[in-house]
């Protein structure tokens, strides 16, 4: 499976320990992360990520497109709702996107837990049969 994973800036801090508690279940999948957070990511954890431009430069963006062209399965979104962000429109986008396109979209660590453990089980292969 193909597992986009964003993380707004007050929560890269988390997307990192939340990738070290998972790391079991993420290494047997694809990972793509905008730039920043995968660099981050690969840090803590020597998985390999795909890594887009950086969120503000555009990688939202590029996320965004491979989401429409089907080609992730899974999204993690770690946002902090509280800071508006000036590529806001972006991350509707992506939201937006992902309702489209029948993408499980967690934008927050509790949701995130719960999808990333449903991805374990085998529960989202489904997603293989909707390609």
Known sequence: MNVGLVAHDSKKKLMQNFCIAYRGVLSKHMLYATGTTGRLIEEVTNLNVHKYLAGHLGGEQQLGSQIEHNEIDLVIFLRDPLSPKIHE???VNIMSTCDMHNIPLA????TAELLIKSLERGDLEWREMYK
């Open 89 to 91: 429109p972006d991350v």
């Open 107 to 110: 934008t927050n660590l509790a």
